[in-house]
């Protein structure tokens, strides 16, 4: 059974920092992307970061480029994201989902297999 947990998220000061970790269990890691999406109250649900099987190729959403990072830890089975200098409309609840795929990333909701149930990111002023 595959499974993605996210965690760390919660309240945060804008400009202050925050990790959030998506654990995968169930899935051959090594063949899979995994991606960072996020969807506040209202909206739909928007790419944030993405990266490739090997963890080799990243790709970020304009709107967090040099603030945040994806990372990978192949002996963990998990990957994070470093919200660094998050501000109010970063608020949102913040899914990881997993696509298995040779390499490269995808930044399209659709072609993902497997989705998290997501964590709650809130970024005070």
């Known amino acids: 059974q595959v499974q993605l947990v996210e965690s760390g998220g919660g309240l945060v000061q804008a400009g202050a920092s925050l990790r959030l970790s998506c654990v995968t269990s169930?899935?051959?890691?090594?063949?899979?992307?995994v991606a960072w999406f996020r969807q506040a109250p209202g909206k739909a649900r928007d790419f944030v970061a993405s990266?490739?099987?090997?963890?080799?190729?990243?790709h970020y959403a304009d709107s967090v480029q040099g603030r945040f990072t994806i990372s990978r830890d192949d002996a963990k089975d998990t990957v994070f994201l470093q919200m660094n200098s998050p501000q109010p409309e970063d608020t949102a609840v913040y899914y990881c989902?997993?696509?298995?795929?040779?390499?490269?990333?995808?930044?399209?909701?659709?072609?993902?297999?497997?989705w998290g149930q997501g964590t709650q990111v809130i970024v005070a002023a």
């Open positions: 990266i490739s099987p090997s963890g080799f190729i990243m």
């Open positions: 989902a997993a696509e298995q795929r040779c390499s490269g990333v995808s930044s399209t909701p659709i072609t993902y297999d497997y």
């Open positions: 169930g899935l051959v890691y090594s063949t899979y992307a």
